[in-house]
């Protein structure tokens, strides 16, 4: 991770306390991030919750890591259009975890 990626900026503080939750109970499976060629990474992971529903969370971070530029998740949360959902948000600091 180049940069430091505020997420406060993309949740709010409950979907961000959801978010560290579902991170820190290794919810986040098959994590990966993919160099782009324009030198985004594109995340992707599966959440699996505790009622084992799966969401595909997606973030596209910026090359210098400081910036989300795109996130998609199936769950009835981003369906809705309420912003970043907590999967994504968990997505992105599990990779920020790990690097
Ligand atoms: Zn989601």
Known sequence: MKGKLDLSRYVNSQTLAQAEAICR???VNHLNGQQQKD???ELTGKCVDSFQFV???RVL???D???VLHH???CPAARAGAGMCAHCAALVL???AEN
């Open 55 to 57: 969401d595909h969370p």
């Open 72 to 74: 998609a998740c199936d």
């Open 25 to 27: 109970d290794g919810q």
């Open 39 to 41: 030198g985004s990474t």
């Open 65 to 67: 890591g400081d910036r």
């Open 94 to 96: 599990a990779y920020c």
């Open 61 to 63: 971070l910026s090359a």
